[in-house]
């Protein structure tokens, strides 16, 4: 089977994650897309497919007779789709030899060429787009297709190989996909997600990330009467967002560039919040911004009076490339795979997270690959089959470079 025709299998089952929900998965319906692939796996001829009770997919197909000591690849795709854009009734649109031109999706949306300049380069191809009133879960199910369709032109072929560990894992959009991931039962020393977008992309850089809150304890009288009483908690919100530079927001930078983004902003004369997402992928510049906020509230207490703002920040992940650096063979190797498809590998530093950085941090280098999937998390997704064939060809020769050497 094609790894196209596996994802317009997928794509149908409902399995947007719920970022309200704290335990894992977040919804009961991951659950669908899990059990039928550990039922497909089975039928390739992975024997040890199954899922967990958290609804993580994991399997193997062992090492050719004599290649036991080749290194254990992993490859690691996520079952759930963005809660940004409806993920239910999705009814994906088979466009064949697209020209290239803006196309009508249906329900008012044009994907055009002016918001995606890259798609004259998909002309000629077979096109898969939404009919414009969901998102259409390439992201990631087109990277679960492309390892399945690996497993299986693995297991039907003669190719000798080393050890392959496959992963499903859950919650990815909602930041919990590798967390209980139980890596001994993965058994990789190393691994791929593949969750990126154009078919040669490799990222082995992301951000580092905090969040940050500011909550504000104003002063309270009638306003006839408020002159050197009031503190208005509204206003010291508007005076703490005026003290960060305006450039470092997300509008206004790009790549390795970070920034501080107001998320929201709520309250009243008594009391306020304002919080953020801090990211930067150089360590020191971020630690810089984490300063910064600490100087403001150090500085707004100074003036209203001790105890008007406490800041709280959380640490949420880091750049992977602290972990990936000692392993560069991972990322040089697939960057000659990428160019043995005739392709120019495509480095791009990740301007969020992904699986592959927390698991990274735990002890499993992990970059990430390219699905050929564009405009994810939204009614403008779209992939090409030519593409995802080309991801599968990208997959195979990593495998078969690791085990000719």
Known sequence: MKAYE?????????????????????TKRQF?????????????????????EHCYVTGH???????ENVPSIGFIAHLDTAPDCSGENVKPVIHENYDGEDLELGNGRVLTNKLFPHLKSLKGRTLITTDGSTLLGADDKAGVAEIMTL???????????????????PDE???????????EKFGAE??????????????????????????IKGVSVHPGDAKDRMVNAALVACEISAMLPAAETPAHTEEREGFYHLTDIKGDVEN???????????????????????????????KYGEGTVTLTINEQYRNMIEKIRPHMHIVETAKKCIKEQGLEPLEVPVRGGTDGARLSFRGLPCPNLGTAGYAFHGPFEHITAEGMDKVVEILTAIVKEYSEK
Request: net charge negative; with cysteine; proline share 1%.
């Open 151 to 169: 497993c299986e032109e693995v297991i039907n072929s003669d190719m000798a190989h080393g050890k392959i560990s496959v992963a499903f894992t």
């Open 61 to 67: 197909i062992p090492a050719t007779e004599g290649l």
């Open 32 to 52: 669908d897309l899990a059990k039928k692939l550990v039922e497909e796996m089975k039928e390739l001829g992975i024997e040890d497919a199954a899922v967990d």
């Open 6 to 26: 596996r994802l317009l299998n997928y794509v149908v089952i409902h399995t947007t994650s719920d970022e309200s929900v704290e335990e894992t998965p977040s």
């Open 190 to 215: 190393f691994a791929y997600t593949v969750d990126g977008g154009a078919e040669n992309e490799i990222e082995y850089e992301n951000f580092n990330a905090a969040s940050a809150a500011f909550v």
């Open 173 to 183: 959009e909602i930041g919990h996909g590798a967390e209980l991931l139980d890596l």
């Open 272 to 302: 306020a919040e304002i919080d953020y997402i801090i990211r930067d992928h150089d360590w020191g510049l971020f630690e810089a911004k984490l300063s910064t906020l600490r100087l403001i509230e150090k500085t707004i207490n100074e």
